[in-house]
């Protein structure tokens, strides 16, 4: 088994989040407040509907001690309607002892919601007693290790608000990791293993890993070997980076002393499995670097890409490690992605969303998956458009699909999948206000698919210079993107229709989920990740979704959103400027 060492630990904080927002204030001096439970006859049809919303829409309510006692004690009326849980839950008093009986007596008669984001939400920082969470913890049983992976970052993170080491959640959580490796343990080992790194919640996770190794018996020499091979490659990346930083060698010169020192490492590969799983790939078994396609990148952070493959050559990957930027944001960014595709599997929208794994294994560096067979549209832009100026012409894209699909059957294949990928990115980076958005940034693969590469910044933060932003939307259409969607006269064409009615689905059908949604990102504004720690930031998050608007209204500022991204001129330039730079 492997032991780890206990630093000095000082026990996690709670922290007390201020009001989402500015609360609404609301009138209830006509309420007669019972002294008995199920007064239900005793307040008007108006008063049960206004309680009735405000349990609905609880987050922008100040709970006053007048509002929660109408609350709980007509607690009937929220029978009729289960969204109305999260409302009278927070309106229990969990330290009187016959309310929080009461609650818990009255909980086996409602239906709980199946989603399993709502489930999540009733684990947040406003719910602390231990016997609710055990309940609402039992509800997530029965979901697939699949969905499981899905939110499992925002699982972990949960475990800062239980009151003890162990306790319902971390139960789950690690029988579920002893139970599949591949999909949960393996991730959850390296979820735990980055906060070991922070001294207010150390204690607790090294006492997790510990128990999640002690359990994985056959599996815990291959985490072992995992975690010793890809500290080894982090450190050899580490070196790499600091020397070209510091001494300004050339890619070229860094890449042939990269070879030299994995090569070094061929042999540790071999002990003691004699094949080695990767962080991001545990299910596959390789034996031995790529030499020839591991190399240093021309990037302003010094990133190198490493290759791996199989005795037979079947498996093939490639990953990015980075040092010297917090991953963490990208990991989350690309979850809510995943999360925000799903939404859009649930409702039957044929919009596309390209992700890619990023895992961070220090507070400040990490790996990344190489999406393959795709170019960024800066080299795309450059190849097939002359050059840097290639930013300011309007065929670049088009030539790139045709060259790798050559027959109208393929190019129409990848047409169509251009189509919903860039409906899909164009959404997703929209609600999630993800910002330097320049040409380096986004990928085309070979068959079509558009996304989306490097968080650095999002939720609205975009990049300033001398106090102003540079960018006022994260919607990218630029003129080669609009090229195939419908050229000079775009509003007319099925292509830029169909990207339309997609896109506006797509927002309608996140919009929908906005209080979900929401909850979720609440829950990680305490993971430490700087862009995702104030109201502001969740602010930005309610005006996107045009919470005050009706759907007609939201969907009509939305498609104006997709025009101001069409006249963006500015966009063009800024990317004939960073292909320039690229080249230096």
Same mark, same amino acid.
């Given at each position: ?78 029978? +009729? ?31 709980? %919601?199946?989603? %399993? ?56 959580? @690690? ?71 510091? $001494? ?9 002393? +990269?070879? =030299? ?17 990767? %962080? ?54 690309? $979850? ?16 596309? @969303? ?44 088009? $030539? ?7 027959? =109208? ?125 104030? $109201? ?49």
């Amino acid at each position: 088994m492997l032991r780890l060492k206990f630093p000095s630990f000082v026990k996690p904080y709670k922290r007390h989040l201020e009001p989402s927002f500015s609360r609404k204030e609301i009138s209830l001096n006509s309420f007669t407040i019972s002294k008995e439970v199920n007064h239900l006859e005793k307040i008007t049809k108006k008063e049960k509907q206004t309680l009735l919303e405000i349990s609905h829409d609880v987050e922008n309510y100040e709970m006053s001690l007048e509002l929660k006692k109408n609350i709980f004690f007509n607690i009937d009326l929220m029978k +009729l309607d289960s969204k109305s849980l999260k409302g009278f839950f927070q309106a229990v008093d969990w330290a009187n002892q016959k309310e929080r009986k009461y609650a818990m007596d009255k909980i086996s008669e409602w239906n709980f %919601p199946d989603d %399993p984001l709502e489930i999540i939400n009733f684990l947040n920082f406003n719910f602390h007693d231990t016997t609710f969470r055990k309940f609402i913890v039992g509800l997530l049983e029965n979901i697939s290790d699949d969905k499981l992976a899905l939110f499992l970052p925002l699982l972990v993170q949960l475990l800062k608000y239980e009151t003890s080491d162990f306790n319902a959640l971390s139960e789950f959580l @690690l029988r579920r990791g002893e139970q599949s490796f591949y999909t949960i343990g393996n991730k959850l080992f390296w979820l735990f293993k980055i906060r070991h790194e922070n001294s207010s919640e150390s204690r607790r996770f090294i006492l997790y890993t510990e128990d999640l190794i002690s359990r994985l018996g056959f599996f815990a020499r291959e985490i072992y070997s995992q975690y010793l091979f890809t500290d080894q490659i982090y450190k050899i990346a580490e070196t790499i980076t600091n020397i070209c930083q510091s $001494q300004k060698i050339e890619e070229a010169v860094m890449t042939i002393k +990269l070879r =030299e020192r994995i090569n070094s490492l061929s042999d540790f590969i071999l002990i003691p499995n004699k094949y080695i799983s990767l %962080p991001l790939f545990p299910q596959f078994k390789f034996t031995n670097f790529c030499t020839e396609k591991c190399k240093v990148l021309n990037s302003k952070q010094v990133p190198t890409l490493l290759s791996f493959c199989s005795n037979s050559m079947d498996s093939i990957a490639h990953l990015i490690i980075k040092v010297g930027n917090d991953l963490r944001q990208d990991d989350l960014c690309l $979850q809510f992605s995943e999360i925000i595709k799903n939404f859009w599997l649930e409702d039957g929208l044929l919009l596309e @969303l390209l992700t890619y794994q990023v895992l961070a294994i220090k507070q400040r560096g990490g790996l990344i998956e190489v999406v393959e067979d795709s170019e960024t549209l800066s080299d795309i832009q450059q190849k097939y458009g002359g050059g840097p100026i290639g930013a300011l012409r309007s065929t670049p894209i088009m $030539q790139y699909l045709k060259r790798f699909n050559k027959s =109208e059957e393929d190019y129409k294949k990848a047409l169509e999948s251009f189509i919903r990928s860039c409906a899909g990115s164009v959404v997703a980076s929209h609600i999630l206000g993800v910002g330097d958005r320049h040409s380096g940034n986004l990928m085309i693969t070979r068959n079509g698919r558009l996304f989306h590469i490097d968080f650095g910044h999002f939720m609205g933060n975009f990049k300033t210079k001398f106090g102003i932003k540079r960018e006022k939307s994260s919607i990218v259409l630029t003129k080669e993107i609009i090229y195939l969607l419908g050229g000079k006269d775009y509003k007319n064409s099925e292509e830029w229709k169909k990207f339309c009615n997609l896109a506006i689905k797509g927002f309608l059908s996140i919009r929908k989920r906005s209080k979900s949604l929401i909850g979720l990102f609440e829950i990680m504004m305490d993971s430490g990740i700087s862009q995702l720690s104030g $109201q502001t930031d969740l602010s930005y998050l309610r005006d996107i979704l045009c919470l005050e608007m009706t759907e007609m209204e939201a969907s009509k500022k939305f498609k104006k959103e997709l025009g101001k991204g069409v006249k963006n001129v500015w966009r063009r330039v800024d990317n004939v400027f960073h292909n320039i730079k690229s080249q230096f």
